[in-house]
């Protein structure tokens, strides 16, 4: 789990040292969500009214994000939740 108020190093899964290309199993909750939000949004890979998407606010998987979020698709409010 990622959860530590105080600014701590805590756990992170094997999916993601792999996404993030580290060889060490823990970092900071902030830099893993933040992390996985950068590659989100700079992939686009968040559905939007601008680009004309139905499920607006819906996160569409990449394969290098099926390991890590482990679907295809989840609401953007699931990806804190399923980063740890």
Request: glycine share 8%; aromatic share 6%; proline share 2%.
């Amino acid at each position: 789990m990622l959860m530590d108020k105080k600014g701590n190093l805590v756990p992170i899964s094997e999916a993601l040292m792999e996404f993030f290309g580290i060889k060490e199993n823990r970092m900071l909750e902030r830099e893993a969500v933040v992390g996985v939000w950068d590659y989100i949004l700079d992939k686009g890979l968040v559905a939007t009214d601008e680009n004309g998407d139905e499920d607006i606010g819906t996160v569409y998987c990449d394969e290098k994000l099926k390991k890590t979020l482990q679907g295809r698709h989840l609401p953007c409010t699931r990806v804190v939740v399923t980063c740890n």
